[in-house]
């Protein structure tokens, strides 16, 4: 059973300080797709990688998938509060699984 | 398109009393999915179907748990008897494919609390 593992659970930082979360696993992604998800909200969808090694910028965000295709994370440059939220990676192999999500908290 | 419709949002019940989640998918799409979120478990799949028809049961925790969709345009999440562990958000979300690169469109989830 493909588990997603993503780390860290949690992070609290300041507006304008950069992150990065991760999400990996034991097999192989045929692709995957990040979510963020606000509080009252339904998760919504960022981006989808494919492509082992590709690299997708959507404005202050940046996501990688690895080479191998077992890993990939999101780099946030210059977090702003409205960053908040839940991060969610979800695989599109085998069984539909979410990680446990990130939640990231950025203080003003 | 209004997205995807769920009712309630929020529901609060007592252990043993039957409760219904109701979905509307958004239209055209062939897939359609219910989660459960909860703080300890994420948010895990409990059921899909295609065209109306359930493909994946087996995130269905236990037989008090039945979902249905009579018609692509609404699917019901039904529990009963509920039990305070059943405690929760549920998601219905829905999607024109499975694979690759498909995005899944949720709805605003219902919170489900059972005393």
């Known amino acids: 059973t493909q588990l997603l593992e993503q780390s860290p659970q949690f992070l609290s930082i300041q507006e304008g300080e950069n992150l990065t979360v991760y999400c990996n696993s034991s097999s192989v992604f045929s692709s995957l797709q990040w979510y963020r998800q606000e509080p009252g909200e339904g998760p919504v969808l960022l981006v989808t990688v494919v492509t082992g090694g590709e690299v997708k910028k959507l404005k202050r965000l940046t996501f990688q998938f690895g080479d191998a295709r077992k890993d990939s994370s999101l780099h946030i440059t210059a977090a702003q509060p409205g960053d908040t939220g839940l991060y969610l990676c979800r695989s599109n192999t085998g069984k539909l699984i979410f990680g446990q999500g990130t939640t990231l908290q950025v203080k003003p | 398109d209004a997205g995807v419709i769920q009712s309630p949002r929020h529901e609060v019940t007592e252990m043993g009393q039957e409760v219904t989640l109701r979905c509307k998918p958004i239209?055209?799409?062939?897939?359609l999915f219910w989660y459960r979120q909860t703080m300890m478990r994420g948010l895990e799949l409990l059921i899909y179907?295609?065209?109306?028809?359930?493909?994946?049961d087996s995130g269905m925790p236990e037989d008090r748990f039945s979902a249905k969709m009579p018609n692509a345009s609404f699917s019901t999440l039904k529990i009963q008897p509920s039990e305070p562990r059943d405690s929760a958000v549920y998601f219905c979300?829905?999607?024109?494919?499975?694979?690759?690169?498909?995005?899944?469109?949720f709805g605003p989830g219902t919170r489900l609390t059972v005393t």
């Open positions: 239209s055209g799409h062939d897939y």
């Open positions: 979300a829905s999607s024109l494919g499975l694979a690759g690169g498909y995005e899944q469109y």
């Open positions: 179907f295609n065209n109306n028809v359930p493909i994946d």
